[in-house]
């Protein structure tokens, strides 16, 4: 017998009378619980370092220029008066710290059937301000490009929404199919 491998340092639990490993805890009704002093396994240890990477590493890649694009959506709207429905998937990130000097865009494709779609890009610490916001509103079909300058460092959200407002008749409410990419550079 390997003493090193086999043998580990034991203690009498109180409740039970038994000798337990120092470091793991008598297990109780609930095995799935991780208890203080419990020790977790390698897989539990994987998972914990890929989401951490993921949590810091993709912002990271986006702040330093590793990455460019930062979303996807792509979406069916419609609505007017107090109802609205939407179809369709987003993928990526609305809010990020930018710095003084990038440049933040949204690529577009959108079938505008009536209404419009605008894209909104402010600072959070502004929001209450809406004259700090830049606007871009697409009010028929097409592809483009809006870009926004970052002028000050700091959080900001790009939002984007159907509205009545554009070159469809009154009561027309809004019907639009878009497809959106966005990112910095």
């Known amino acids: 017998m390997n003493k090193t491998t086999d043998w580990a340092p034991k203690r009498k639990d109180p409740e039970s009378g038994e000798f337990v490993e120092i470091g793991v805890l008598p297990s109780g009704p609930d095995e799935n619980t991780i208890k ?24 990271l890649g986006y702040q330093t220029g590793m990455f460019e694009t930062l979303g996807y959506e792509s979406r069916t709207i419609e609505g007017g008066g107090f109802s609205s429905t939407q179809s369709g998937y987003s993928l990526g990130l609305k809010t990020m710290y930018f710095f003084k000097g990038q440049t933040v865009f949204v690529d577009y494709d959108a079938k505008v059937n009536a209404g419009s779609l605008w894209i909104r890009f402010f600072n959070l610490k502004l929001m209450l301000d809406a004259d700090s916001w830049i606007w871009h509103r697409v009010e028929s079909t097409g592809k483009g490009r809006a870009t926004f300058a970052v002028e ?20 027309s409410g809004y019907d639009i199919d878009y497809t959106l990419t966005w990112g910095v550079h």
Do not use: C, M, N
């Not at 977790?40 to 914990?48: A, E, N, R």
């Not at 460092?153 to 070159?167: A, M, R």
């Open 36 to 59: 203080i002093g419990q020790r977790i396994s390698g897989p539990t240890w994987l998972l914990v370092i890929l989401i951490s990477a993921l949590v810091i590493g993709v912002p």
């Open 152 to 171: 000050k460092s700091g959080w900001y959200q790009l939002t984007w929404e159907g509205t009545v407002l554009g070159k469809s008749p009154a009561g």
